[in-house]
């Protein structure tokens, strides 16, 4: 007898948790500046193909896992991986990995390593393969997120998933900037899109959010909270599962 599969739709009635088919799930706030997906160049000792990557708007993507190993160009300063150099590029990233997966997240900017922050986007990525998302009962999440990173300045806090009613809301914040988010999550997809708020030198700013789950029973998750009217608030985020 052949294995049954389930839509999404009879998963959602039994109260089972959709699979999402395998592949890259990402998005990246400006894309004329960096793009996100599967990774395609091979490079030996440094980049490998077919893993979560990063590379310019015209040119071919690069891993995240080569970016974070290159021990020429890379350190890691609390827990957030940087890399570029002041001596041969103005090309810089400041990322994080989530739960030890192929999984990412965080900003890429031209200019002076930590001082100017020109031409910045934010961004997620990852690997989605065997993801699955609950269709009830809640979770929380310890989430860091990467805003103009200096070495400092994380910004951490929990998000609150419902999967019974579909909503994640929560916040994370540093000294000086607090981002919250409300989003409607999508089980069938495994995304979760809202809005955002950045609350700043008491300035409020609204914006919007967006991201995915990644693993079985939406072990952790990714995404980004943007703003049109100040993009210097635009802030990536992940994290896992409490």
């Known amino acids: 007898m052949k294995p049954v599969q389930l839509s999404w739709i009879a998963a959602a009635f039994l109260g089972l948790s959709p699979v999402v088919q395998a592949g890259f799930d990402g998005a990246i706030s400006d894309n004329s500046l960096r793009q996100v997906g599967e990774s395609e160049v091979y490079v030996p000792f440094f980049h490998s193909k077919g893993k979560a990557g990063i590379g310019s708007a015209t040119g071919k993507r690069v891993d995240f896992d080569g970016l974070a190993g290159n021990i020429f160009s890379s350190k890691e300063r609390d827990s957030v991986h940087t890399s570029g150099s002041k001596h041969f590029s103005n090309s ?26 020109n031409n910045r986007t934010v961004y997620y990525v990852g690997n ?102 100040n993009s210097d608030l635009d802030t990536a985020f992940g994290g896992e599962k409490q």
Do not use: M
């Not at 990995?97 to 900017?109: L, S, T």
């Not at 979760?192 to 300035?203: D, H, I, K, V, Y």
């Open 92 to 117: 810089h990233y400041n990322f994080v990995q989530v739960a030890n997966q192929d999984i990412w997240f965080g900003e890429w900017y031209e200019g002076t390593q930590d001082a100017d922050f």
């Open 128 to 229: 989605d393969a065997g993801t699955t998302v609950p269709t009830s009962g809640t979770a929380t999440y310890n989430i860091t997120g990467i805003n103009k990173f200096s070495g400092s300045n994380k910004l951490s806090g929990t998000f609150n998933a419902d999967f019974s009613n579909q909503t994640l809301t929560g916040d994370i914040s540093n000294a000086t900037l607090t981002v919250g988010v409300n989003s409607t999550i999508d089980s069938a997809t495994a995304s979760f899109n809202g809005s955002a708020t950045a609350t700043q030198a008491g300035s409020v700013t609204q914006g919007s959010s967006q991201g995915h789950f990644f693993g079985a029973d939406a072990a952790s998750l990714a995404g980004i909270a943007t703003f049109t009217s």
